[in-house]
């Protein structure tokens, strides 16, 4: 009996233990998930213009393409350019390379867009990095994802005898650069915003034109099917009253902010944006401080970016926090 007795109360005490143990086990498992990252706050690294918080996973390549057509409306769009598709404004094609899940770096070219005034380099290399900082959790513990960008900007075209930025005095004066912290939130499936303070260094300009200019970029993305959202960003560029005087006085020309608006589709490891921006460039050290292109005159253009990602390397998917 007394043997009996003391197997019954080894069980009991067994099992409680266990059950105290399981739950615990469950509570902290609860506890794991809601301080889990959030994902996919966006579906690519970039919007439209704007980059995005997101990286690549480790060891995946994406090859990127954008282009941007002519003028829909106004004196060089119209039914005569199949608006403004018989036209190019700018081209580009570039890889992106997941060092790490928080690291991605790229390169690419860019055929360039002029203005006519501020802006006149063409055949751009460039080299990009993004690092993700922080990255928003599901219990909110850490509110907000933040990125750091970075481009690096070398035009290979010949030197013109005129007086703008692209008569280069030396190698140096070919450079230019921009520099972006990407701050950014989902709020829930369907909804995601970021802002994107921006700092832009030309090397070769025109006085009395900024080597150094500042401008705010926001950006957003409303998913209204499981693959399609619509997308938009715009650019507000700190830009001196000197500048935008000159530029009018002496080439006529009035700069306007960046707007663009898209539509992003999905497939798979595919994402293809089809979009409308004032923008001829692509790249921030020509659009931001050189748009002159006219929504309401009807000075805006078609344009998309595909990207297709490829995984090259193992185990880079499940490592989002290396």
């Known amino acids: 009996m007394k043997k009996i007795t003391i197997l019954l109360i080894s069980t009991l005490t067994f099992c409680r233990l266990y059950a105290q143990t399981d739950l615990s086990s469950l509570f902290a498992d609860s506890l794991k998930e809601n301080n889990m990252p959030v994902i996919a706050t966006f579906k690519s690294g970039i919007l439209i213009n704007a980059q995005t918080n997101e990286t690549l996973h480790q060891h995946d390549l994406l090859f990127a393409v954008g282009h941007r057509f002519g003028d829909v409306g106004g004196s060089l769009g119209g039914s005569k350019t199949f608006y403004g598709l018989d036209m190019i404004s700018d081209d580009m094609i570039g890889f992106e390379y997941g060092v790490t899940s928080r690291f991605t770096v790229g390169i690419g070219r860019d055929r360039g867009a002029t203005n006519n005034a501020n802006v006149n380099q063409t055949q751009l290399w460039y080299g990009t990095l993004k690092y993700r900082l922080l990255q928003q959790t599901m219990d909110n513990s850490m509110p907000l994802s933040i990125s750091l960008f970075g481009r690096g900007i070398i035009s290979s075209m010949a030197s013109l005898p005129t007086n703008n930025d692209a008569h280069f005095n030396n190698f140096k004066s070919r450079l230019s650069a921009a520099g972006q912290v990407i701050i950014a939130r989902k709020f829930n499936d369907i909804l995601s915003l970021e802002i994107l303070p921006t700092y832009i260094r030309r090397e070769n300009v025109v006085a009395p034109d900024q080597q150094n200019m500042f401008a705010m970029g926001v950006g957003g993305r409303l998913k209204f099917t499981e693959h399609m959202a619509i997308e938009m960003d715009y650019f ?69 970016n595909f990207s297709r990602t490829f995984t090259i390397g193992k185990g880079g998917r499940k490592q989002w926090n290396k």
């Open 236 to 304: 507000l560029p700190f830009r001196s009253p000197q500048t935008k005087n000159y530029f009018n006085t002496q080439y006529n020309a009035i700069f306007y902010n960046p707007l663009s608006v898209g539509l992003a589709i999905e497939t798979g490891g595919h994402v293809f944006h089809i979009d409308f921006t004032n923008a001829t460039s692509m790249l921030e050290n020509q659009f931001i401080p050189g748009t002159v292109s006219n929504w309401a005159k009807g000075q805006f253009r078609w344009g998309f």
